[in-house]
Nanobody, 122 residues
């Protein structure tokens, strides 16, 4: 069973920066596609960024150029560096992992989920 625990959320001013972390069970980042999703009140879940087992990254158009996804396999930790956040980035951010090392279908959702961390941009 894969466990994912997010941290690093909070309040940030527009134009600032914030880094989210997601600590995973052993070998999670080596075995699986890992991704960040978000859900804002009244809106559907949105894929933000993903990184496959080999380190190839994928971004939604809304965050490309502002956010950076990365991982540290030695620490089994996934990161999301949020630069120049905007008020519309306010949401609950979730870390997810699965279903294989490929992120080919990541936008459909992944198998394992964390409980989320709130990000508020004002």
């Amino acid at each position: 069973h894969v466990q994912l625990v997010e941290s690093g959320g909070g309040s940030v001013q527009a134009g600032g920066s914030l880094r989210l972390s997601c600590a995973g069970s052993a070998y999670t980042s080596r075995r699986y596609c890992m991704a960040w999703f978000r859900r804002a009140p009244g809106k559907e879940r949105e894929g933000v960024a993903a990184i496959d087992s080999e380190g190839t990254t994928f971004y939604s158009a809304s965050v490309k150029g502002r956010f950076t996804i990365s991982k540290d396999n030695a620490k089994n930790t996934l990161y999301l560096q949020m630069n120049s956040p905007r008020p519309e980035d306010t949401a609950m951010y979730y870390c997810a992992a699965g279903n294989s090392g490929s992120c080919y279908t990541w936008l459909r959702g992944l198998r394992y989920w964390g409980r989320g961390t709130q990000v508020t941009v004002s």
